[in-house]
């Protein structure tokens, strides 16, 4: 989770406990309530920061080119996407596309300096997308709505000859980061490597470290994401674990689980210095770890 809407939500749920505590409503009901009932605006804070459902930035921004794409799924949302391939036709077909999974706050458009490091640096094609209730995509999320979204992402990816040509590599911050693992383990032999940055073992599992009032009470949790059970069923596609030392959201000891437990052959786990939740990819040596990932697992695994 990014830092930010973490400490808001966090805030949203006290002041919601002290309102209704006002009105004579027991601590522990309030919290049973609201941790069942509010859990999804806890924990995709769509809104936040302001404008974040009514204004995204464009790849434009970044001197990129793009499509401004609209993917209908199963269920009748219509997500919003950018594609960005690379003009040079060799790079095009003959490289990886990257499909980036966001964390819980903002929208796609927040995440334009990722996309344009994989675009400008790892030379890769770039498909970044807004989870439904997220941007300009419609919908309200959920984790079975965001897994749906995920896949019509990935199967449009699949369809796109361009984009399919050499493979695919799933990338996710945060809660993207859980979303890469589910896609992953479901399409383990179309998927050529997995990047996952600050991600969380489990929703339950992250409750008592990021609101440690609540931890009595996580067996009320719906959202789940149970990506210390997927990562080790992933055997087959190589892995890159980010960690941060200095996560004060997402316990580094989460990731370090999620490496442990992964079932691949092909996984590398680096983890920065005095590295905080949101400032990871901004460490000296990240991308380096990237490009290094690339050509050691992502590149031989194609060939």
């Not at 945060?174 to 179309?190: F, H, M, N, P, R």
């Not at 997402?250 to 680096?270: I, T």
Request: with cysteine; glycine share 6%; proline share 5%.
């Amino acid at each position: 989770m990014d830092y930010t809407s973490s400490e808001w939500s966090i805030s949203m749920l006290l002041r919601t406990v002290k309102i209704l505590s006002a009105t004579g409503v027991s601590c522990v009901g309030v919290f049973a309530a609201v941790l069942y009932f509010a859990q999804s605006t806890l924990i995709y804070p769509s809104n936040f920061p302001a404008g974040s459902r009514t204004e995204v930035q464009t790849p434009k921004s970044y001197d990129l080119p793009y499509e401004d794409v609209t993917i209908d799924t199963k269920d009748g949302e219509k997500i919003k996407a950018f594609v960005m391939k690379q003009t040079d036709s060799e790079l095009r077909v003959g490289g990886q596309t990257v499909i980036i999974c966001c964390a819980n706050a903002g929208n796609m458009g927040h995440r334009l300096p990722i996309a344009s490091a994989f675009y400008k640096i790892l030379q890769y094609n770039v498909v970044l997308f807004s989870y439904r209730g997220y941007g300009l995509s419609t919908g309200k999320p959920s984790e079975a709505g965001i897994k749906i979204d995920a896949e019509a992402i990935f199967k449009y990816v699949q369809a796109d000859l361009d984009l399919n040509r050499a493979g695919i590599i799933l990338y996710g911050q945060s809660l993207g980061g859980a979303v890469a693992i589910y896609l992953t383990e479901k399409y383990q032999d179309e998927i050529s490597g997995l990047i996952v940055e600050n991600t969380f073992r489990s929703i339950p599992s992250l409750i008592p470290s990021i609101l440690p009032v609540a931890q009595y009470f996580s067996f009320l949790c719906h959202q789940i994401w149970p990506s210390e059970q997927l990562i080790k069923k992933i055997t087959k596609v190589p892995v890159l674990f980010l960690s941060g030392s200095n996560d004060e959201i997402v316990p580094p000891a989460h990731m370090k689980y999620l490496y442990e437990n992964c079932g691949s052959p092909g996984k590398v786990w680096r983890q920065f210095a005095n590295a905080t939740h949101n400032e990871t990819y901004m460490k000296d040596g990240y991308w380096t770890s990237i490009i290094d990932f690339s050509t050691d697992f992502v590149n031989k695994k194609d060939q």
